[in-house]
């Protein structure tokens, strides 16, 4: 081969190599963070010491011009510039969509020198190549590097080289430009999640007009503005987590976190990492650290559910937290500080705890700050239809049924059962008569067996079979005449049977239709007091 061959060959092959390292260099810039201004000047960097490159700069299209994204060589006003599509020679890349190479700037008029004075640098003579920067066979922006001037120089090896360059740059934009999507339709998604809660959670959707929820209504508006630790006590069931929910997001703390825990789910060995986080090594299994709960509700609220399940031990700390709003890490020495606002629940007899010596005195002190008791169902029968109308609706929404409305014996049922469940048990029951039901009515005999066992609920009385057969079919003329507004012949007709055999059976069950025809008073549909 003669000597000169060889020599070209060896030339090229260096060049390749000095290549395909940059490349390697720039896709490690780019895919380094997704700050897209910085990983772009380190890209410029990259070719300004790699392959002669002068001066760079990087534009992209954004508002119908094109904003300099990095300039290297420029001075600072460079970055302030802007260019119209198709003005000056990277205008008219982007317009176009393909590449422009101007061997001798000198002899260029077309050339804006916006930016700087070319030549001012250097006396050498450049060279100016301009890439398009493609998305989506779109150019959104454009790549432009002065080069020194050299007679032997392959301007077709080069425009491909900054061209593979310029595509890694656009995936870069594109990889930016999806992860901005997500994080505003995250945004936007939270805003909305954030409001509905609010909503949801508002004192207006409270169900209830007894004098119990009344006076626990008035409890929770009292100390919801406030950041004063509140306890909340009551049976299973009573709904003493959304009592936790409404205070929160009706509180100054509403944008912030709201965390729950529920210690009686957590075993006493794990509690304390959860609550308070842990160290790296400071267990078996403990790769990593990790925050605890009362850091992950930084500036907001933490709720502890069933709080006398809590260990001695756990307790302990939790006090400190109360006291000095501080705490360690589990195997860790490095005080973390957090403000957050504390709120407990618990259905047990605290006071029977403390002189059992199950739950200590000074932290039950520091909880028991503004108290608030949740009543059993029992002792507010009066929200009950209001309750009861609430859970048919929803779940005749949600199981696809048109169901209208309980008929008056299981309304009985309802009002004379003792519901040890309470409010949770409610919503059970009407759920399980909804999915039963094949009518547009609900009966008795839909309810579940606990609220018609006489032995397991009280509530059904024993009578024959005569009487039974007699207070169904009142039960059922009745449903009818409702149904109907008081129209006995329309009855009749639901019935199956004729006027004058309904007629005998109204007198006989001494109904009175006449009060079937007014119309019925419209329900009222909110959010109950439920867990």
Not at 145 to 162: G, I, M, Q, T, Y
Not at 269 to 281: D, M, N, P, Q
Request: proline share 3%; charged share 30%; glycine share 6%.
């Amino acid at each position: 081969m003669p000597a000169g061959k060889l020599g070209v060959d060896t030339h090229a092959a260096t060049r390749d190599a000095r290549r395909l390292s940059t490349l390697l260099e720039v896709s490690q810039a780019l895919s380094g963070t997704l700050n897209l201004k910085a990983s772009m000047q380190r890209v410029l960097g990259i070719l300004v010491r790699h392959h002669g490159v002068v001066r760079g700069m990087v534009t992209v299209l954004r508002d119908g011009e094109l904003h300099v994204e990095a300039a290297e060589g420029f001075e600072d006003r460079a970055r302030s510039v802007r260019y119209r599509v198709g003005e000056g020679i990277t205008g008219q890349v982007v317009e176009s969509g393909k590449p422009i190479v101007v061997p001798r700037v000198s002899r260029e008029p077309a050339l804006l020198n916006r930016a700087a004075r070319r030549g001012e640098a250097s006396r050498q003579e450049l060279s100016f190549i301009c890439v398009p920067i493609v998305l989506h066979r779109t150019a959104v922006g454009a790549l432009a590097v002065d080069l020194r001037f050299k007679p032997e120089r392959d301007f077709d090896s080069s425009v491909k080289f900054f061209g593979i360059v310029s595509s890694m740059m656009a995936q870069a934009l594109n990889v930016q430009r999806q992860v901005e999507d997500e994080r505003r339709r995250l945004l936007d998604e939270n805003t909305h999640l954030r409001q509905e809660l609010r909503e949801r959670y508002d004192f207006s959707n409270i169900i209830g007009t007894s004098g119990p929820t009344r006076q626990m209504y008035e409890q929770v508006a009292q100390v919801a503005q406030t950041n004063t630790t509140v306890l909340i006590r009551g049976e299973s069931g009573t709904g003493k987590e959304l009592i936790a929910h409404a205070i929160h997001y009706n509180s100054l703390r509403v944008k912030k976190p709201f965390v729950k825990v529920s210690c009686a789910a957590l075993p006493d060995t794990l509690i304390e990492s959860e609550l308070f986080g842990y160290e790296k090594g400071a267990f078996t299994g403990a790769t990593t650290r990790k925050k605890g709960r009362f850091e992950l509700a930084e500036s907001g609220t933490l709720f502890l559910d069933e709080i006398g399940d809590i260990n001695l031990s756990t307790q302990v700390k939790l006090l400190r937290v109360l006291q000095e709003r501080e705490f360690e890490r589990v195997g860790g020495t490095d005080t973390v500080r957090v403000n957050v606002r504390m709120i407990a629940a618990t259905n047990k007899d605290m006071e029977k705890a403390l002189i059992e010596g199950t739950f200590r005195e000074d932290l039950y002190y520091r909880l028991n700050v503004f108290t608030i008791f949740v009543p059993p169902l029992r002792d507010r029968k009066a929200d009950m239809l209001l309750l009861a109308d609430h859970f048919l609706e929803k779940f005749s929404r949600e199981h696809g049924k048109v169901i209208k409305r309980i008929s008056t014996p299981a309304i009985d049922m309802l009002m004379s059962y003792h519901w040890p469940g309470n409010v949770r048990e409610l919503e059970n029951a009407l759920e399980r008569a909804v999915l039963v039901c094949d009518g547009a009515v609900i009966h008795g005999h839909h309810l579940p067996p606990s609220l018609q066992t006489a032995d397991a609920s009280g509530t059904v009385t024993r009578v024959s079979l005569k009487d039974a057969v007699a207070a169904y079919e009142r039960d059922l003329i009745q449903d009818a005449l409702k149904t109907t507004r008081g129209n006995r012949a329309k009855a009749a007709r639901l019935l199956d049977t004729t006027e004058r055999i309904l007629n005998y059976k109204v007198r006989g069950h001494a109904i009175d239709s006449r009060r079937f025809r007014s119309p019925e008073v419209g329900k009222r549909v909110a959010i109950p007091f439920e867990e």
